[in-house]
């Protein structure tokens, strides 16, 4: 996939790694890097699989590449051209588990909202300056830390462009666990692998159910494909004989 190193890629069997690579630019957020993230978006919608974002040389993505920024204009505010590609990450059909480690700011910190899990190391700083630079958190934050943070945090977050450190984050909600840097990565795969070891239907309806606003006609619909599903069947019985063991 792609041409350059802009985005790292990293397959298995039930997991996909991206790393952004950018580290001349602390890996800012430019069209390149989202044109490879709709590749990788097509990629799992047909082989759908767990992702897990991250960055490299200790910053996750500091933001949205300022230079080309600075020339786009109101036609291309409404393009969306991150928060598009923020809402088909949000929308993959598996989780995505977002390792923070350094800076994740601005766009770089909606796109860690778009995960579904995040975890961060102890230099994780994750904010929304935007108002600072003249512009707004457009591509995902006025709607996703509210829902993270609850609607007081977020005003304050946005409003003021302050920045978290991991501790705080931690206390905030917006991170689930702080791991040291050199252990960040296997956090990350060993929550992949507990997410992997169950039913990957199961895993993807409830995904579907955790974002979903018809409750519970959603869950209710869901859970009567799974109770037809031969999984459950296998999973159940093997539960039952390792119960009378």
């Known amino acids: 996939m792609g041409d350059d190193d802009t985005l790292l890629i990293e397959r298995r069997d039930d997991r996909v790694v991206a790393r952004v690579n950018r580290p001349h630019v602390r890996n800012a957020i430019d069209q390149r890097l989202v044109d490879l993230l709709h590749e990788l978006c097509a990629e799992l919608e047909e ?38 590609a923020f809402l088909r990450i949000r929308a993959l059909p598996m989780p995505v588990i977002a390792a923070i480690d350094g800076y994740a700011l601005g766009g770089g910190a909606e796109l860690a909202y778009a995960a579904d899990l995040r975890i961060g190391s102890p230099t994780a700083r994750i904010g929304n300056p935007e108002t600072g630079l003249g512009i707004l958190a ?12 609850g609607p007081a945090r977020a005003a304050e977050l946005l409003y003021t462009g302050r920045v978290l450190n991991a501790d705080e984050a931690l206390e905030w909600g917006l991170l689930s666990a702080i791991h040291p840097a050199g252990e960040l990565m296997a956090a990350a795969h060993a929550l992949a692998d507990r997410i992997a070891a169950n039913d990957p239907l199961a895993v993807r309806h409830t995904k579907t159910a955790l974002r979903a606003d018809d409750h519970p006609a959603v869950d209710l619909e869901l859970q009567a494909e799974l109770f037809e599903s031969p999984q459950k069947t296998r999973r159940m019985t093997a539960f039952l004989e390792r119960s009378r063991r």
Not at 57 to 62: E, L, R, T, Y
Not at 138 to 149: F, I, K, S
């Open 47 to 84: 082989s759908p699989r767990i992702l897990i974002l991250t960055g490299t040389g200790g910053v996750f993505a500091s933001g949205a590449d300022i230079r080309q920024m600075l020339q786009r204009r109101a036609a291309d505010a409404r393009a969306g051209i991150n928060t598009r």
């Open 138 to 149: 457009a591509a995902g934050a006025t709607w996703r830390l509210p829902e993270l943070v």
